[in-house]
């Protein structure tokens, strides 16, 4: 496999990577593949959604808030009356 060394990376960006990687169990280098593989895996067209958006990157964007995707998913399978 190939190697990638990143040079003059902020202080900050690299001490955050470091707690997000603790946080979630994993490496810095791991977390660091895992961000450049989910980037460059999507299409440059398409935005993630807003799920994918609040999820992503282990929850750095909003990590105050908790998913609960098993509830959202009951909440939209529930039929509507609207007469």
Known sequence: MGQLL???IEDALVAKLKRSAASQGLSAEELHRRILR???SRSANRKPSLIEFLS?????VAPWIELDL???R????REIDLS
């Open 6 to 8: 990143v040079r003059d």
């Open 38 to 40: 989910e980037a460059l």
């Open 56 to 60: 992503s990157s282990g929850g750095e």
């Open 70 to 72: 098993k509830r959202s």
């Open 74 to 77: 009951e909440l939209d399978s």
